[in-house]
Structures are given as structure tokens and as C-alpha cells.
């Protein structure tokens, strides 16, 4: 079960289903310590009780077998991740990332890195952490994966390989959206991965 500890990563639902699809996963689950907040956790379970049977390669298969990876996780007694209560409680599609908003509000200088997949989300939530005069890097989930890869614990090709795959998994297709992907990742893939790659490397 997970604890109510507060670690230096807090990551949305959407970024940790990213992170969970990758072929890293073995390795970043326990690598890190990572928190996450009980709405997040919420979400997930929606995911992986919504579609008992989806199709393999569907949208539907892809968030049940992440999310199903994470709760596992999260639910292990001796699991490096945490999950936090937000009070009162957000509802509706953007749930999540309401509720990190709140937890940082509340409890911003516990953190030093937030995870969350979508981009205007991401804005909203550096808005607040500059109102609130905090130091936090807000990325998207390539970062969990470069953060195994600063540490040794992958190698370049393996980080170069995993990054693009989420990439493409999530259609980030856009020049912005693909920039802001990579946006705090000093690595260049470029000299590993060859031009099919082209559309998901950072834009020169």
C-alpha cells in the first residue's frame, strides 16, 4: 500500500500510464521515488476497470495495461511511491491535474520535479508555481526516462528508443509539441536514432 510520503517527483495520471508503457518500466518502478495523489490513482482504476477486454494495439488496451502497472505499484508494501490525499477532492475530465495543482499549492516545497503529460496543463501549472515563488521543473514523462539514463542506470540508446516510443504512442506530432517533449532533456538522439525517427526528435 502506498504511503502518504511526499518525495521530490510528483507525476499526473497520463504521464505515469506514458512511463508504464515503456520497455524502461521494470527499472524506472523502482528506481525512483515518485508521489502521486489518490485522484490520480482514482483515474487509474477507472482505466482499468472501464474495458475488461479491449483490443490489443487499441487506445483502450493501452491505458489498462499502464494503469494497471501503476496501481500494482503503488499497492506494493514495499513500493518507492507514495500517493498523497488532496481535500476537497476535484471531479471531472481534468481531475488530476486539478489535484496536483492543489497539492502544490498546499505542499509545493516538498517537490522538485512535477510530471505531467499535457502541455497547456503544464503552463497552468508553472503559473502557479512561479505565484507561489517555488523552484520546480515541470516536464513532460520523457524526463522519468532521462532521469534512469543521469544516473547510469540506462543507456543512451535504450533512453533515445523508449522517448521516441512514447512519443509516437501519444500522436505528438506538432513542432511545439514535440519541443516541448524534449524541453529539459540535454541529449541528443539524433546521433543514435537514424530519419524514420525524424518527426519525434527535437526540432533543430
Not at 24 to 48: G, S
Not at 69 to 94: F, K, Q
Not at 163 to 184: D, F, L, M
Request: charged letters at 25%.
Amino acid at each position: 500500500m502506498a504511503s502518504e510520503a511526499r518525495y521530490p517527483i510528483l507525476a499526473d495520471t497520463s504521464s505515469l500510464i506514458a512511463v508504464a508503457n515503456t520497455t524502461q518500466w521494470e527499472r524506472l518502478k523502482d528506481a525512483i521515488h515518485l508521489t502521486t495523489t489518490n485522484v490520480c490513482k482514482h483515474e487509474l482504476q477507472n482505466h482499468v476497470s472501464s474495458n475488461k477486454y479491449p483490443l490489443e494495439g487499441s487506445r483502450e488496451h493501452y491505458l489498462k495495461r499502464g494503469s494497471q502497472r501503476v496501481v500494482d505499484h503503488l499497492d506494493e508494501d514495499s513500493s518507492p511511491w507514495s500517493c498523497v490525499t488532496v481535500v476537497p477532492r476535484p471531479h471531472g475530465p481534468d481531475a488530476g491535474e486539478q489535484s496536483l495543482k492543489q497539492e502544490l499549492s498546499e505542499h509545493g516545497s516538498s517537490y522538485q520535479i512535477v510530471s505531467i503529460l499535457d502541455s497547456a496543463a503544464r503552463r497552468s501549472i508553472r503559473r502557479l508555481i512561479d505565484d507561489n515563488g517555488y523552484d520546480i521543473d515541470v516536464v513532460g514523462p520523457p524526463y522519468l526516462l532521462y532521469i534512469l539514463l543521469d544516473n547510469d542506470l540506462i543507456e543512451k540508446p535504450e533512453f533515445c528508443e523508449a522517448t521516441v516510443r512514447i512519443i509516437q504512442t501519444e500522436g505528438w506530432t506538432g513542432y511545439e509539441v514535440v519541443k516541448n517533449a524534449w524541453t529539459s532533456i540535454p541529449v541528443d538522439c539524433s546521433e543514435i536514432l537514424d530519419g524514420e525517427y525524424d518527426d519525434t526528435l527535437p526540432p533543430k
